[in-house]
């Protein structure tokens, strides 16, 4: 549906999220025009306006340290992954022996903090 304007809808250059080639070659461009001293005065700059009220800012500094947040459809999506997961271990620790079970339970274990460690380190700092 077109309302008149050029490029209205669909598929456009420059469109969506930059390449991660681009960001970093954008944060090797604001590095190399930046010392410590400018990007410590930047990150004082933006935490004073988020404690000022600027939820802009706020949101820029929480999305820094934390990540962005879930969306509803990833929480049921991983929801409905952990429920056919539970059948599938309850079957599971039937036919296993209970030290089986527990070398499984350890693995996954170490398996989902390295996620979560993972997702904190890449969600960077401010």
């Not at 700059?45 to 820094?64: E, K, L, M, S």
């Not at 429920?83 to 499984?104: C, Y």
């Amino acid at each position: 549906m077109s309302d008149g304007r050029k490029a209205n809808g669909g598929r456009r250059a420059g469109a969506g999220r930059k390449t991660k080639r681009d960001e970093e070659a954008i944060s090797a461009l604001f590095d190399a025009a930046c010392d410590e001293a400018a990007r410590e005065t930047i990150i004082r700059a933006v935490a004073a306006r988020a404690q000022a009220g600027d939820v802009q800012a706020a949101t820029f500094i929480f999305n820094r340290l934390y990540g962005t947040p879930v969306s509803g459809g990833e929480i049921r999506l991983r929801e409905a992954i952990e429920a056919e997961l539970g059948d599938f271990f309850k079957a599971m620790e039937k036919s296993l022996t209970p030290q089986s079970w527990r070398e499984v339970q350890t693995v996954f274990q170490m398996e989902s903090e390295g996620a979560a460690s993972t997702r904190t380190s890449q969600s960077g700092a401010v």
